[in-house]
């Protein structure tokens, strides 16, 4: 089966970012999410599920000069999911080129949801759909809002061999991160 030249790009994109990164310091509570949390201004985010995917890397990223480190966490392979997560005012990650399919609302916040249909063939272009999202890849992204302990987060879970319905529930299984 052809890959997706979006798909590919995007995970290229972000795969190079996550190979000369250092990883998150370990602040030695056992949770590498809550750990993050230390020293950032925005809410960092966990998954609640996974499925049947492990953990195969988790970083804190260079967002560029006077900027935070963003969050990325990557569980599976063939099929994975991406968890990729900076301050709402910073732009660190491009998800890549894909169709806007669908809205859906994550945890009370609207979100988009794109698939990596290929350009290149018009009409799987303009026919792309939720359905396609196994096939091809894609991401659901949103934005929390500012608490009063942190600034909003922009998160995206991006998602290749895995259902729309099962992105939706992952995604809606994400929690800020807590000490308890």
């Known amino acids: ?3 997706n030249l979006a798909l590919i790009a995007a995970f ?13 310091v370990a602040m030695g509570s ?15 985010l966990q998954p609640g599920t996974t499925g049947d ?14 900027q935070e480190q963003w969050l ?21 990650s491009n998800p890549g080129l894909g169709v806007k399919v669908a809205t859906a609302t994550i945890n009370g916040f609207r979100a988009n949801i794109v ?3 290929d350009p290149a063939i018009a009409k ?10 196994p096939n091809y890849g894609g991401y659901a992204m949103w934005n929390t809002k500012p608490t009063k302990l942190f600034h ?19 995604s809606r299984a994400m929690k800020p991160v807590t000490k308890g």
């Open 1 to 3: 089966m052809r890959k």
């Open 12 to 24: 290229s994109l972000v795969m190079g970012l996550l190979l000369p990164a250092t990883a998150a």
């Open 30 to 44: 056992g949770n590498p999410y809550l750990d993050a949390q230390t020293g950032l201004s925005y809410q960092i």
């Open 53 to 66: 995917l492990l953990l195969r890397s988790f970083k804190l990223l260079s967002c560029g000069k006077n």
């Open 72 to 92: 990325a966490a990557i569980y599976g392979e063939d099929r994975s999911i991406q968890f990729l997560e900076t301050d709402v005012a910073a732009k660190c």
């Open 115 to 117: 698939v990596f249909c």
């Open 124 to 133: 799987q272009w303009k026919n792309c759909k939720t359905s396609d999202l």
């Open 152 to 170: 909003g987060t922009s998160v995206e879970v991006l998602v290749s061999g895995i259902t729309y319905s099962n992105l939706l529930k992952i």
